[in-house]
């Protein structure tokens, strides 16, 4: 009986997550158009942050005893945001990728990533390796207002849409909609997954880092489909660096988070991932071919984490 009320509770967050989804997405591109800031500028700070909150919060409430979880929930949730998200979104509909975001964002994803492995080679990313993460955020993000500034500057198109409340209602409750439909689709995933004895690092990397994808799948997918792909990938590549920046800067500022050494397996999987999409991107549109090859790795790298 119990876990068929956490099924339900599952299902309802889903729920949630895809009307939360649908309304930040809205309320973004009002935004951008307003202030005539590009869409990559909002998928990379306005939507990346409101579907980064599930991970933060989950790595939050585990930190201290659990930190298997929150490693597993940041580097599962980078890898799912690679290989599920951008993958299935490739698979509805091709990518657009633009020059901008192959010579500048995806390198500073794949900068940001390295560096937490370099950090975590002593077995642990500590309090002082958290302020370093924090401090790096900061910077990133004044670093991406000054191109939202310069893009705003640059572009001498004329918008007539004024800025409402209804825009900033709808922002507001979409990241309420994204933040309550994670938890509840997570906390009733992994009570499920505990009745079959599956390990807290294997539940951070699949049921957590999948749960708390879910806010970046269907944000990105229902941003594509509406025709704002750079918002979806910019999400993405926000919600990244934001996972390795802002929820490890946290988690490790508030009690250091170990680091176990199957997590390199981890790591590895995260620069192979972020990788073939910098590959992948080169030709200026992520297909469907690659869409599915994404899928099938990401399948396959559940697989085998779940016989490790």
């Not at 309320?27 to 909002?42: E, L, P, Q, T, Y």
């Not at 994803?109 to 950090?119: E, R």
């Amino acid at each position: 009986m119990e876990i068929a009320i956490n099924a339900v509770l599952t299902v309802a967050g889903l729920v949630m997550l895809c009307y939360g989804g649908n309304w930040l997405v809205n309320g973004g591109v009002a935004i951008a158009r307003k202030f005539r800031i590009s869409s990559m500028v909002i998928g990379m700070t306005v939507v990346a942050y409101g579907t980064s909150t599930p991970e933060l919060a989950a790595s939050i409430a585990a930190v201290g005893e659990h930190s298997d979880v929150v490693l597993g929930n940041i580097i599962g949730s980078n890898i799912a945001n690679i290989g599920m998200v951008i993958g299935v979104a490739a698979i509805l509909i091709p990518l657009t990728v633009s020059k901008t975001t192959l010579r500048k964002d995806v390198p500073i994803m794949l900068g940001f990533s390295l560096l937490l492995i370099v950090l975590s080679l002593d077995g642990e990313v500590s309090q002082y390796d958290g302020l370093l993460l924090i401090g790096l955020l900061v910077a990133f993000t004044i670093y991406t207002y000054k191109g939202a500034k310069d893009s705003r500057e640059k572009t001498t198109e004329k918008v007539k849409e004024s800025i409402r409340i209804r825009s900033l209602i709808l922002l507001g409750v979409g990241v309420a909609l994204l933040y309550v439909g994670a938890e509840l689709t997570v906390d009733n995933a992994v009570a499920i997954a505990k009745n079959f004895g599956i390990s807290e690092r294997i539940i951070g990397i699949t049921v957590i880092a999948i749960g708390t994808s879910l806010p970046e799948l269907i944000t990105s997918v229902i941003a594509i489909r509406k025709g704002h792909s750079d918002i979806g990938i910019g999400n993405i590549l926000g919600s990244n660096i934001y996972n390795i920046l802002m929820i490890m800067g946290v988690a490790a500022t508030i009690s250091g988070v170990a680091v176990a050494p199957e997590a390199l397996y981890d790591y590895i999987i995260m620069i192979v991932f972020s990788m073939t999409l910098f590959l992948g991107m080169i030709s200026g549109v992520i297909n469907k071919k690659m869409g599915i090859g994404l899928v099938i790795a990401y399948c396959a790298y559940l697989a085998s984490s779940l016989l490790l």
